[in-house]
């Protein structure tokens, strides 16, 4: 039988749990040929809290995760696997509807199987600032300088920012951790 990719609705902030004990009931219940693959996508994102620099892992879609199952020859799924998903806590209902669950589409699961796949290890920088905004920089030379972000760079975790010094306007490159909003 064929097996199609899902999206579940679940609780925001409790998907790792879910997904823990769907996987629990799935194995209790001898379904593992039915479900064969779990997702809950994710990336580590690196932020400064308190003047700190830690990673922490964010989930990409919150409130979701993505499911596949062998469907029947309608493209149906498979009424055991139905009421055991939608009998966990914590889960909701399927993208598609209360009765026709809609799978996702063979690009979308390409996309999401190859952003998992070669996924980088290194964090990603989680960049708040936008383009035009005000801020002051609090650590480094230009300590207490007011300016306006003229780039951001999430790639290298850096902001291109525009400082008055000495009655001139200049560009300055700093990292993001070191600028607050004003």
């Known amino acids: 039988m064929p097996k199609q990719w899902f999206v579940l609705r679940v609780q925001s902030n409790r998907e790792d749990k879910v997904k823990d004990s769907l996987l629990e009931r799935i194995k209790a219940r001898g379904l593992e040929k039915l479900v064969s693959n779990i997702l809950v996508p994710s990336e580590k994102v690196s932020e400064v809290k308190g003047g700190r620099k830690k990673v922490v892992e964010r989930k990409i879609y919150p409130g979701y995760m993505m499911a596949e199952v062998e469907v029947d020859e309608h493209g149906q799924i498979p009424k055991e696997v139905w009421f055991l998903i939608r009998e966990t806590s914590g889960a909701g209902d399927?993208?598609?509807?209360?009765?026709?669950?809609?799978?996702?589409?063979?690009?979308?699961?390409?996309?999401?199987?190859?952003?998992?796949?070669?996924?980088?290890?290194?964090?990603?920088?989680?960049?708040?600032?936008?383009?035009?905004?005000?801020?002051?920089?609090?650590?480094?030379?230009?300590?207490?300088?007011?300016g306006i972000i003229?780039?951001?760079?999430?790639?290298?975790?850096?902001?291109?920012?525009?400082?008055?010094?000495?009655?001139?306007?200049?560009?300055?490159?700093?990292?993001?951790?070191?600028?607050?909003?004003?």
């Open 94 to 146: 399927f993208i598609g509807g209360q009765n026709k669950p809609v799978p996702m589409a063979s690009y979308e699961v390409e996309k999401l199987l190859s952003d998992i796949e070669h996924k980088e290890e290194k964090p990603r920088a989680k960049i708040e600032f936008h383009e035009n905004e005000r801020v002051r920089v609090k650590e480094g030379p230009f300590e207490n300088y007011d």
């Open 150 to 182: 003229e780039e951001v760079l999430p790639a290298s975790g850096r902001v291109k920012v525009m400082l008055t010094v000495f009655g001139r306007a200049t560009p300055v490159e700093l990292e993001y951790w070191q600028v607050e909003a004003i």
